[in-house]
T-cell receptor, first 113, second 116 residues
Framework: GEDVEQSLFLSVREGDSSVINCTYT??????LYWYKQEPGAGLQLLTY?????DMKQDQRLTVLLNKKDKHLSLRIADTQTGDSAIYFC?????????????FGSGTRLQVQP | GAVVSQHPSWVICKSGTSVKIECRSL??????MFWYRQFPKQSLMLMAT?????????EQGVEKDKFLINHASLTLSTLTVTSAHPEDSSFYIC????????????FGDGTRLSIL
């Protein structure tokens, strides 16, 4: 079945690093994604990682993937107040034949000045 | 700039009214669009997959007669909430499939529906 789980809330101080964690159950996903949602808005794709990679870095963002444990994380370096938002990990399970994304429960990141 | 336009962004109406939400792909053709529903402080739940020129595929538990989907062209899908009631109040988000695995879907900015 498809099940993607995240911790609900994370609070950090401005300038610190944030680490948002995600666990998933479907190992057939070729790509895993991180989306950002600001209040009252749609979703913005932040980054993605191909399933045969362990790590991907994109400016302040670092994605780590542990396929054995089905664990995905997003690290935001030098977190800013503008990073305050909800972050969703997502996958497209390949063995279902569907194109729709399956989203995690979302982690609300609060950055304190 | 935005590649998927969703309209309206916010609608308030009385119970019993039908409400239509439009989702347009602006600079590409979208053979497949998706409709999601998001309750406050919750994740996005897929309601249905909209395929151009054919019937939509609804997820389990979503009423087809309640949430009418039409995808008559390669750039437009509409979701009509028929005879809306307060429990239908939610944030509805559409997306368009791109066939690009690096960026699988472009999302609209969502529609906040409030039924009084």
């Amino acid at each position: 079945g498809e099940d993607v789980e995240q911790s609900l809330f994370l609070s950090v101080r401005e300038g610190d690093s944030s680490v948002i964690n995600c666990t998933y159950t479907d190992s057939s996903s070729t790509y895993l994604y991180w989306y950002k949602q600001e209040p009252g808005a749609g979703l913005q794709l932040l980054t993605y990682i191909f399933s045969n990679m362990d790590m991907k870095q994109d400016q302040r963002l670092t994605v780590l993937l542990n396929k054995k444990d089905k664990h995905l994380s997003l690290r935001i370096a030098d977190t800013q107040t503008g990073d305050s938002a909800i972050y969703f990990c997502a996958e497209i399970p390949m063995d279902t034949g569907r194109r729709a994304l399956t989203f995690g429960s979302g982690t609300r990141l609060q950055v304190q000045p | 700039g935005a590649v998927v336009s969703q309209h309206p962004s916010w609608v308030i109406c009385k119970s019993g009214t039908s409400v239509k939400i439009e989702c347009r792909s602006l600079d590409f053709q979208a053979t497949t669009m998706f409709w999601y529903r998001q309750f406050p402080k919750q994740s996005l739940m897929l309601m249905a997959t909209s395929n151009e020129g054919s019937k939509a595929t609804y997820e389990q538990g979503v009423e087809k007669d309640k949430f009418l989907i039409n995808h008559a062209s390669l750039t437009l899908s509409t979701l009509t909430v028929t005879s809306a009631h307060p429990e239908d109040s939610s944030f509805y988000i559409c997306s368009a499939w791109t066939s690009d695995s690096n960026q699988p879907q472009h999302f609209g900015d969502g529609t906040r529906l409030s039924i009084l």
